[in-house]
């Protein structure tokens, strides 16, 4: 470490690890719902998506679909972003 | 009865054969009778960490297909009692170790032994997954990297769902071990500390062993890390295998160590 970068941390504004920990902490939120999401929501997804885009113009990430445990009860989430 | 320990990680190079070297020989130091089991078929290299590549005469594939009892796929260790290594087959089918034949195998072992230390290979497929399947326990190395992290997750996934006790409804007890641990990057704030890792991940800590110049060279002279006592990362090896054995240890080698002004200067 050098003369410089000895005081570097006071104005660097994030430190890298604390970026790294952001972002595991999401994707593995994200990968660990996946994983214990019923097989059969890959395909639900899309053909949620080919009904919905009979109507309206949607690309396949504008929809998300999700199952979230809430207690002793499962919600299913569907999110679709619509165009203007 | 045996307990059967994994050593696992998903990624690769993380530390999971110098860790299941230095914890069979822990175990078996501390007085247990303890075998250390390659489940890396076609790139065996516990053998050269545990100094006894030149002693290999038969392999776990061969035990699995009736070409050498067990007795004699057995390697005892030269300078530890209680410890005995089954090396893995160089073949290079992959799929050579069964799942019926890895049961055989385990089964026997469980009646001499107490227990037993399956080395993983890296990845998620049918290597890892039979070394952790019959898995009790489990030791997750990880590094303070991101890629190793979100592996290691994964792996945890894996044990929760595919192992066998999982699919009796069972917990597989995890074990979070913290591998090539630089606590002055650390204090940089350039790598991921401790408390971060066990946040993100959410599983008991067994350890942290630092980043050690002692661990290449214990592998140059094939001798389990644990051995050099005088060494960071053996003591930390050491105090792992206490923690897995019921001790309450301290961790040590967390902090970065104090370094004159000029060396913090000038770097070092
Ligand atoms: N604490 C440590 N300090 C320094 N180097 C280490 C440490 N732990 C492991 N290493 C080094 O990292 C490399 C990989 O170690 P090791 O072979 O144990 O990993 P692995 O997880 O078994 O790899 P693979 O996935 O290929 O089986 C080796 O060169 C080893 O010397
Ligand atoms: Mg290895």
Redesign the interface.
């Known amino acids: 470490m050098g003369l410089f970068s000895y005081f570097k941390n006071e104005d660097d504004p994030k430190l890298s690890a604390q970026i790294a920990k952001e972002r595991l902490q999401i994707v593995v939120a994200h990968e660990r719902k996946q994983r214990t999401a019923p097989e059969y929501l890959p395909a639900l997804q899309r053909e949620l998506l080919a009904v919905i885009a009979k109507y309206v113009q949607i690309e396949e990430d504008d929809i998300q679909v999700q199952i979230d445990q809430q207690g002793n009860l499962s919600v299913l989430e569907l999110n679709v972003t619509l165009p203007h | 009865m045996a307990k059967i320990i994994v050593v696992t990680s998903g990624k690769g190079g993380v530390g999971k054969t110098t860790t299941s070297a230095a914890v069979a020989t822990g175990l078996a130091v501390a007085g247990h009778k303890t075998a250390v089991l390659d489940f890396d078929v076609g790139l065996r290299n516990l053998d050269l960490i545990m100094g006894c590549e030149r002693r290999v005469v038969y392999d776990f594939v061969n035990v699995i297909n009736g070409e050498a009892t067990l007795k004699q796929a057995l390697i005892k260790d030269k300078r530890t009692d209680n410890l005995y290594i089954l090396p893995a087959s160089q073949t290079r089918d992959k799929d050579a170790l069964s799942k019926e034949g890895v049961e055989r195998v385990l089964n026997e072992l469980s009646e001499l032994f107490d227990f037993i230390i399956c080395d993983s290979p890296a990845g998620i497929e049918h290597g890892a997954q039979m070394a952790l399947y019959f898995a009790d326990e489990a030791i997750v190395v990880t590094n303070p990297?991101?890629s190793s992290?979100?592996d290691s997750?994964?792996i945890i996934?894996i044990l929760q769902?595919k192992s066998r006790k999982a699919e009796r409804g069972e917990p597989v007890k995890e074990h979070l071990l913290l591998t090539r641990y630089n606590p002055s990057r650390?204090a940089?704030?350039?790598?991921?500390?401790v408390q971060?890792v066990e946040?993100?991940?959410a599983i008991d800590l067994l350890g942290v062993i630092p980043e050690s110049q002692s661990v290449l060279k214990a592998s140059n002279q094939g001798v389990p890390v644990i051995l050099d006592d005088e060494s960071d990362a053996g003591m930390a090896y050491s105090d792992a295998v206490a923690r897995l054995l019921g001790e309450n240890r301290p961790h040590r080698f967390l902090e970065a160590q104090k370094k004159g002004f000029l060396k913090?200067?000038?770097?070092g």
């Open positions: 990297e991101v992290v979100r997750d994964r996934g769902s650390v940089q704030g350039e790598m991921l500390s971060d946040e993100i991940l913090r200067v000038f770097g």
